[in-house]
């Protein structure tokens, strides 16, 4: 069974220019989430999906971060324009429900921003 | 709003020995889960061990256990004949519905 996949993996850029991160789930999870993790912290949720709808996008900084799932598989994260601060791992996890089963992860994507 | 607290950035423990990672948490409800998750350098999280809030029994799996203390918002992790691959950033996980709440990570370094 393949696992949740993430590209790129690394992405190092200059501040003010924009950058998108690209996850696919495992098939057949509803759920899907977009953390962000600063060095040696624990992850924090930017974006919950349930299908292709955000249920939980209470963390995501929407002046300059978006995303989308389109028909509920695949989702991207976009941030535009990239500041400093935004250098961490973004790590993408699906579950099958929004309930208290299992989150897998993928590997995630190491932003530096320059 | 529920939180989780690990106050032991860094552990360290011989090869073959046993060493106990510390969690607390905070939370106002009754039903939830816990997880401890391993980080590698790889950065991809894998699930070491779950525990549902309901159950009185401690989970175990393999060399993995943990201590469950609901009234003290307890959960530590111990991992037994510790091997050198299990070296990595350990996160204790609160999970109440769709939110996974992680706590700040224990480094654990595993000395031949």
Same mark, same amino acid.
């Given at each position: 069974?393949a696992?949740?996949?993430?590209? /790129?993996r +690394?992405?190092?850029?200059e501040?003010?220019?924009?950058? @998108?991160?690209w996850? %696919?789930?495992?098939?057949?999870? %509803?759920t899907? +989430?977009w953390?962000?993790? %600063?060095?040696?912290?624990g /992850?924090?949720l930017?974006?919950r999906y349930?299908?292709e709808?955000?249920?939980?996008?209470s963390?995501?900084?929407?002046?300059?971060f978006?995303?989308?799932?389109?028909?509920?598989?695949?989702?991207?994260?976009?941030?535009?324009?990239a500041?400093?601060?935004?250098? @961490?791992?973004y790590?993408c @996890?699906?579950?099958?429900?929004?309930?208290?089963?299992?989150?897998?992860?993928g590997?995630?994507?190491?932003?530096s921003?320059? | 709003?529920?939180? =989780?607290?690990?106050?032991?950035p860094?552990?360290?423990?011989?090869?073959?020995? &046993?060493?106990?990672?510390?969690?607390t948490y905070? &939370?106002?409800?009754s039903?939830?889960?816990?997880?401890?998750?391993?980080?590698?350098?790889?950065?991809q999280?894998?699930l070491?061990i779950?525990?549902?809030?309901?159950?009185?029994q401690?989970?175990t799996?393999?060399?993995?256990?943990v201590?469950f203390?609901?009234?003290?918002?307890?959960?530590s992790?111990?991992?037994?004949?510790?091997?050198?691959?299990?070296?990595?950033?350990?996160?204790?996980?609160?999970?109440n519905?769709?939110?996974?709440?992680?706590?700040?990570? &224990?480094?654990?370094? =595993?000395?031949?």
């Amino acid at each position: 069974e393949a696992g949740v996949v993430q590209s /790129p993996r +690394y992405k190092i850029i200059e501040k003010k220019q924009p950058v @998108a991160f690209w996850c %696919n789930p495992i098939s057949g999870h %509803n759920t899907l +989430y977009w953390y962000r993790q %600063n060095l040696g912290q624990g /992850p924090e949720l930017l974006i919950r999906y349930e299908n292709e709808e955000a249920v939980d996008d209470s963390q995501l900084p929407k002046d300059r971060f978006s995303a989308e799932r389109l028909k509920g598989v695949d989702s991207t994260l976009k941030i535009q324009p990239a500041e400093l601060g935004d250098s @961490a791992v973004y790590l993408c @996890a699906s579950s099958e429900t929004g309930g208290n089963e299992k989150l897998f992860f993928g590997s995630g994507t190491q932003l530096s921003v320059l | 709003a529920q939180t =989780v607290t690990q106050s032991q950035p860094e552990m360290s423990v011989q090869e073959a020995e &046993t060493v106990t990672l510390s969690c607390t948490y905070d &939370t106002s409800e009754s039903d939830y889960y816990l997880f401890w998750y391993k980080q590698p350098p790889s950065r991809q999280m894998i699930l070491v061990i779950r525990q549902e809030a309901y159950k009185q029994q401690n989970a175990t799996e393999n060399r993995f256990s943990v201590n469950f203390q609901k009234a003290a918002k307890s959960f530590s992790l111990k991992i037994s004949d510790s091997q050198l691959g299990d070296a990595a950033m350990y996160f204790c996980a609160y999970r109440n519905g769709g939110k996974l709440i992680f706590g700040q990570g &224990t480094t654990l370094q =595993v000395k031949p």
